[in-house]
Nanobody
């Protein structure tokens, strides 16, 4: 099992910056990828950014490319999302996600409880 706890959300104004953190615990040595997703009530959860083990496979959604930066440690104990030039459309609940391999050599997805980011215009 992997446990994820997000922190760092809040209320900011348009153009501000914010840094989200996600602490992973449990079987972190089984984690392949750590990622951030976001969700607005009534809409599907959408991918934001991902960070692979050893820094490989860093990817971003087009909507955040150039404004958001994902980073983490190679032990996969933590992942961060530095958000710059925030816009009202970035308002959402942000979720940390981990994809880990299990004893059957299949993959499981784990989710944190989410942290609210609100950007006022």
């Amino acid at each position: 099992q992997v446990q994820l706890v997000e922190s760092g959300g809040g209320l900011v104004q348009t153009g501000d910056s914010l840094r989200l953190s996600c602490a992973a615990s449990g079987r972190t040595n089984s984690i392949l990828t750590l990622a951030w997703f976001r969700q607005v009530p009534g809409r599907d959860r959408e991918f934001v950014a991902a960070f692979g083990r050893d820094g490989h496979g860093i990817t971003y959604a087009d909507s955040v490319q150039g404004r958001f930066t994902i980073s983490g440690d190679n032990s996969m104990n933590a992942v961060y999302l530095q958000m710059r030039d925030l816009q009202p459309e970035d308002t959402a609940i942000y979720y940390c996600s981990a994809r880990a391999i299990n004893v059957l050599r299949t993959e499981d997805d784990y989710w944190g409880q989410g942290t609210q980011v609100t950007v006022s215009s």
